[in-house]
């Protein structure tokens, strides 16, 4: 009994979802997957478990593959609460959702921030992303959306008033400068560092994640942003930055990832909004790499 359960449990067939080469297939030619292996893509990206009794029945039958039948089924499986996995899953990951439980602020620099404001940031990512799932919103609106999900906790936080109680309910934003997903507490928690915001981390966020354009990796020996140092005045980290891309082994990364970084610099580290960074006022201006395009704020 060991043995069989020891040779089961490696077995490839077991560990792995596999597809086949159907015969004859040539060398780099696509072909379409079965109904069977198409039926289980979509149970394990929508639900992250296998395929119910219907969806192997009308695979099986060789139905899946027709426009309108798997629409049908798309349909029916994103109203059945094992979609959640979809939120959870694809988007945690997509968005890197999952880091916001290893963000650690600076309690000094953010006396603020709480686990009641890290679970509501959480809580409103994925009540918005799945709004706009069941709804079945136009893509675009993932960041131009006017509207989130907030408890009295999270409201305050985004100086949204008359909310009150712990309970999460849709709410209009009083105006465009936290629209879509680039307003949100869990991404703009996730993209900084535990003492202050990061332009860097949050334009790379916005290249890699939204726009699908990722950065070369930075070389050997990149030296780091320069501290403000004591008896100085202390300089904003767009003016360190600035001093860093001097460098033109920097700069080259550096002019796509920063000025998208920049437009979302009027939210602190934990996504609160700022007039100021420090004594400084924020400039949150930019212009897309190549100079195609100038922009002002999240907006």
């Not at 696509?30 to 969806?55: I, M, N």
């Not at 192997?56 to 027709?66: E, F, M």
């Not at 994925?126 to 799932?133: K, P």
Request: with cysteine.
């Amino acid at each position: 009994i060991q043995w069989a359960i020891v040779r089961l449990l490696v077995y490839p067939r077991f560990l792995f979802r596999t597809e086949l080469d159907p015969p004859g297939a040539k060398p780099g030619t696509p072909y379409r997957v079965s109904d069977l292996e198409l039926a289980s893509r979509l149970s394990f990206f929508l639900w992250s478990t296998v395929p119910d009794d219907e969806l192997l029945d009308v695979a099986a039958k060789g139905r899946l593959q027709y426009p309108a039948v798997f629409l049908h089924q798309v349909s029916r499986m994103l109203k059945d609460k094992k979609a959640e996995a979809l939120i959870t899953g694809f988007f945690g990951q997509w968005l890197t959702l999952r880091n916001i439980q290893n963000a650690k602020p600076n309690t000094t620099a953010f006396p603020e921030f709480d686990e009641a404001l890290r679970r509501g940031f959480k809580q409103e990512t994925e009540m918005f992303l799945a709004s706009q799932v069941r709804e079945d919103r136009p893509v675009p609106e993932l960041l131009t959306a006017n509207y989130t999900f907030v408890n009295d906790r999270l409201a305050q936080h985004y100086g949204i008033s008359n909310v009150y109680g712990t309970h999460f309910r849709r709410v209009p934003y009083p105006d465009d400068r936290r629209a879509g997903l680039l307003g949100h507490g869990s991404i703009l928690l996730a993209t900084s560092y535990a003492d202050r915001t990061s332009p860097v981390q949050r334009g790379k966020w916005v290249l890699m994640n939204i726009l699908g354009t990722p950065p070369p990796d930075p070389p050997a020996n990149v030296p780091p942003l320069p501290e403000n140092k004591g008896g100085e005045a202390p300089k904003s980290v767009r003016a360190r930055l600035e001093q860093h891309r001097a460098n033109p082994v920097c700069s080259s990364c550096h002019s796509m990832m920063d000025p998208l970084g920049f437009a979302l610099e009027n939210f602190n580290g934990i996504g609160g909004w700022r007039a100021t960074d420090g004594a400084t006022q924020i400039d949150s201006s930019g212009v897309m790499a190549g100079g195609s395009g100038k922009f002002s704020g999240p907006a």
